[in-house]
């Protein structure tokens, strides 16, 4: 009886916690509200409670609907604060220190995410950090978050105030941009950061923006809304099936210490190609986990008891290495190349095993790059390891929910949709480098996603500015390979196309061995030159030089230029980058003299050019055309010769067929 007594008396209180007045979680204290626009201030209480909302000398009363959700618009402020907002129901909120000015979202993939100093960290991370005290910027990073719909609330977040405490984990092309504008502006800034590395783009575009688009009629065809307890259970029967499929139900590990060793018998594992991804030659859901590879190579006489190098390309994520069962190297991070000395005590004369554990923590797995890369040199003498592998499964992760790519939407409906009512100036992406093999494809989703978003926002000429993709040696793609990260550049510049965008070019800025560059200071410079001349009307030069056109005369052609302020320059003064093609489409490099405002190229081999590229490389960090305010020159082509990429469609892992 003590116990219903009890619990009677616990419900009023339990009634009374529902009912309370709620704001999300991206109102806060130390906030920063958008200047100069309507104050759009929504929460949730009990259905049809009494709302009271004040902020600074403004009052407005509304009541919630019948599913406790209410919202009111206020006028809008001019820069200024500190204000207090007072929510008034049942219960009060009382939020503090909100500051007026401009409010900005950056977001994208890792080169966005990258925090000043953290899992990696900028060029001069520490002084940068004790320089970091700025109280008119305030940041913003919004938690991971996938969902099946749209949110309306983010996972969970916090207003902080810039300083040396709280700026090591934030985005540092974030706060650069952020810094660049306040000290120029004199107005408060607010930095919302919802990144997520190792992202696709299509993940970012909501569903409603799909639909609007034709192109994307297959995809919304395949990929219909749903929950993500119903997308987790998808994966989960495919993950059951494919295991079945495979006669993976049981993997047995008994003999694991027995698997780099010559003498193990692995008539039994499958085989996988080498170099490339897993995810490519593994039927059903995207796998990650831990597989081993072996090798079978055949060593001379005369090679045997000789030092050798080992050469396996890269490898995602992370591997441990063996040559006839002895370790010969482990290293972490899926984007360094593996090279490993291997003691000629090892090499025996006729059957050697060359063993590989690969851990992949997420997205891509195994071993990729180029097949020149994947060679054991003895001596100068190269024996090739691409090709055929044998594989054994370690282990696999079954259980690890939805990923970020595992379907369309999913973080925009977690981490967007949740901010979309909210009021910004504008925002900055910087994404691309998981989208560089559908490098095509990315003339649609680019635009979509700026128009998308837009419409989301309800802000129709909302600024968005983006960064080109950098320098980066992703498979030593060039013009005559062909190069899908100079596909993916061109996409981007495409994008430009649409009102009250910019593109920051950054070739210049790139490390060929890293795709995480730590220069980000110059990074958010230019996208906050951008933003000081179009969206503030700043007189500032905010791009480097872009194609205009180009005259052929003989075997000579002439490269005009836009945006090229007082000139052309080139470090050392020599051009490096320009390339010329007749019409058999080989690319030659090209001596190019700068003349004013135009550059001319000529290469002896193409005594009848027909076209001219510039900087069409994965890794084009040697391209030194600027302008005189030292802003680097766009890549470009100027044929429209079929694209590597082109053909090549998205395809989330989780699709109903």
């Known amino acids: 009886m003590k116990k219903t007594i009890a619990f009677f008396l616990l419900l009023p209180l339990v009634a009374s916690t529902k009912a309370q007045v709620r704001l999300p979680k991206i109102f806060g204290d130390s906030m ?114 996938v969902e099946g719909k749209p949110a309306d609330e983010v996972k969970s977040g916090a207003w902080q105030t810039c300083n040396p405490q709280s700026i090591p984990p934030f985005s540092a092309v974030g706060y650069f941009f952020g810094r660049a504008l306040h000290q120029q502006l004199h107005v408060p800034i607010g930095l919302i950061n919802s990144t997520w590395g190792g992202t696709d783009i299509e993940s970012w575009i909501s569903r409603k923006g799909f639909e609007s688009e034709p192109y994307y009629k297959w995809l919304t065809a395949i990929t219909p809304e749903k929950s993500t307890a119903d997308m987790t259970a998808m994966k989960d029967r495919q993950m059951q099936a494919y295991l079945a499929s495979m006669q993976l139900n049981n993997i047995d590990t008994a003999t694991i210490k027995q698997w780099p060793s010559v003498e193990l018998d692995d008539s039994q594992w499958r085989n996988m190609n080498v170099p490339e991804l897993w995810e490519s030659q593994l039927p059903g859901p995207r796998f990650d986990g831990v597989i081993w590879y072996r090798k079978e190579i055949n060593i001379d006489e005369a090679d045997a008891g000789k030092p050798a190098v080992l050469q396996l390309a890269m490898i995602d994520d992370n591997d441990v290495t063996y040559v006839n069962g002895v370790q010969v190297g482990a290293i972490q991070g899926y984007n360094v190349k593996r090279v490993y000395n291997v003691a000629g005590s090892l090499l025996k004369k006729g059957k050697n095993v060359i063993a590989v554990r690969v851990d992949d923590t997420g997205g891509g797995g195994g071993i990729y790059g180029e097949t020149e890369d994947c060679v054991l040199t003895i001596d100068g003498k190269k024996i090739t390891l691409a090709g055929q592998w044998k594989f054994r499964i370690e282990s696999m992760q079954t259980s690890t929910g939805i990923g970020p790519n595992d379907y369309p939407s999913v973080l925009y409906n977690g981490m967007i949709s949740p901010i979309v009512k909210l009021a910004v100036k504008g925002a900055i992406w910087y994404q ?43 498979a030593n793609g060039n013009s005559n390979k062909g190069s899908s990260w100079a596909e993916l550049r061109e996409a981007q510049a495409m994008a430009t196309a649409l009102p009250n965008t910019g593109m920051a070019v950054t070739i210049d800025l790139g490390d060929p061995g890293d795709i995480h560059p730590h220069n980000k200071q110059d990074v958010g410079k230019r996208l906050a030159l951008l933003a000081l001349q179009h969206t503030y009307g700043m007189k500032t030069v905010a791009s480097g030089p872009v194609y205009k056109s180009m005259q052929i005369k003989g075997n000579h052609v002439t ?36 003349a004013g405002a135009t550059v001319n190229v000529t290469a002896p081999e193409a005594t009848t050019p027909v076209a001219v590229r510039y900087a069409w490389a994965d890794d084009d960090s040697k391209a030194n055309l600027f302008n005189t305010a030292r802003l680097p020159a766009a890549p470009f082509r100027t044929d429209n010769w079929k694209s590597i990429t082109e053909g090549k469609k998205y395809t989330p892992p989780l699709t109903q067929h």
């Open 32 to 145: 920063v509200l958008q200047r100069n626009a309507p104050l759009r201030v929504w929460g949730w209480a009990a259905p049809a409670e009494a709302i009271t909302v004040q902020f600074h000398q403004q009052q407005r009363s509304v009541k919630a609907d019948a599913n406790g959700n209410w919202e009111t618009v206020l006028a809008p402020e001019q820069v200024g604060g500190p204000y207090d907002l007072q929510v008034k129901g049942k219960t009060t909120i009382t939020l503090h220190g909100i500051l007026m000015g401009d409010l900005w979202v950056c977001s994208g993939q890792s080169n966005m995410e990258m925090p000043v100093k953290g899992w990696s960290q900028v060029v001069n991370a520490d002084q940068e950090i004790a320089a970091a005290n700025y109280p008119s910027i305030r940041l913003f990073t919004v938690e991971k978050n």
């Open 432 to 474: 691309g480098e998981n989208n560089a093999s559908r490098a095509y494809e990315y003339r649609k989703a680019m635009p979509l996603l700026i128009n998308d978003w837009r419409i989301r926002w309800k802000q129709p000429a909302m600024p968005f500015y983006f960064v080109q993709l950098t320098s980066y040696n992703n």
């Open 559 to 594: 490269i005009q230029f836009t945006n090229t302020e007082k000139g052309l320059t080139a470090s050392n003064n020599e051009v490096i980058g320009f390339e010329v093609a007749g019409a058999n489409q080989h690319f030659y490099p090209a001596k190019a003299t700068i």
